[in-house]
């Protein structure tokens, strides 16, 4: 008696091989898109990461504006006499990448306030230095010599809290984005004020 042999038929093997192309092509389509929500998430990580370090970049800057401001300790709630346009006071906007539209807005909010004010002594002061000679001025003569009766100069140093907030802005520049970053920067900075002014800068 002779053994049978049962071969395949050549359509079920068709068949074997079509959906193993299908699952192949399934598996590369989705490799793909992996790759291209892997390659946008990056993206996005990284202009998030250029827009707040733009931030952190102009709050500081403004802070520097603010110290720079002879308005600082006399009005603080109006530190810059031309404010970013559109904006309320105390603000700043910067062009970060020179296409003729507002990029990013800093604003100094709440306005600065005085932290300590202290008397600076005369002792401390370098009389070859500009800034050191306008704290004695009315200073008796006699106070500078041997065995001067007064200690103080008429300059107080006083501390202040500054924090400025940044934000991106939109496309048009005139108003922050709905979701751009955000960078706050908190700074107390040390200003010199004349001691009659005192009273009204920092009570």
């Given at each position: 008696m002779?053994?049978r042999?049962?071969?395949?038929?050549?359509?079920?093997q068709?068949?074997?091989?079509l959906i193993?192309?299908?699952?192949?092509?399934?598996l590369?389509?989705?490799?793909?898109?992996a790759?291209?929500?892997?390659g946008?998430n990056?993206?996005?990580?990284?202009?998030?990461?250029q827009q707040r370090?733009?931030?952190?970049?102009?709050?500081q800057q403004?802070?520097?504006?603010?110290l720079?401001?002879p308005?600082?300790?006399t009005?603080p709630?109006?530190?810059?006499?031309?404010?970013c346009?559109?904006?309320p006071n105390?603000?700043?906007?910067y062009?970060?990448?020179?296409d003729?539209k507002?990029?990013?807005?800093?604003?100094?909010?709440?306005?600065?306030?005085?932290?300590?004010a202290?008397?600076?002594?005369?002792t401390?002061?370098?009389?070859?230095?500009?800034?050191?000679q306008?704290?004695?001025?009315g200073?008796p003569?006699?106070?500078?010599?041997?065995g001067?009766?007064?200690?103080?100069?008429n300059?107080?140093?006083t501390?202040?809290d500054v924090?400025?907030?940044?934000?991106t802005?939109?496309?048009?520049?005139?108003?922050?984005?709905?979701?751009?970053?955000?960078?706050v920067v908190?700074?107390?900075?040390?200003v010199?004020?004349a001691?009659?002014?005192v009273?009204?800068s920092?009570?």
């Open positions: 002779r053994a042999r049962i071969t395949p038929l050549q359509g079920s068709r068949g074997l091989t193993v192309g299908l699952i192949m092509l399934v590369t389509t989705l490799i793909v898109l790759s291209f929500h892997l946008r990056n993206l996005d990580i990284v202009t998030n990461a370090a733009e931030g952190l970049a102009a709050a403004t802070i520097e504006a603010a720079n401001s308005l600082l300790t009005s709630a109006a530190i810059f006499p031309v404010p346009p559109g904006f105390n603000t700043q906007c062009d970060v990448n020179a003729g507002n990029d990013v807005v800093a604003q100094i909010t709440p306005p600065p306030s005085c932290v300590k202290e008397p600076v002594p005369l401390s002061l370098d009389l070859a230095n500009t800034n050191d306008l704290c004695t001025v200073i003569p006699s106070c500078f010599g041997m001067g009766a007064c200690s103080n100069s300059c107080d140093s501390v202040w924090r400025a907030v940044a934000q802005l939109n496309p048009s520049g005139n108003a922050p984005a709905g979701q751009g970053a955000t960078a908190n700074q107390g900075i040390s010199r004020v001691k009659d002014d009273a009204t920092c009570p």
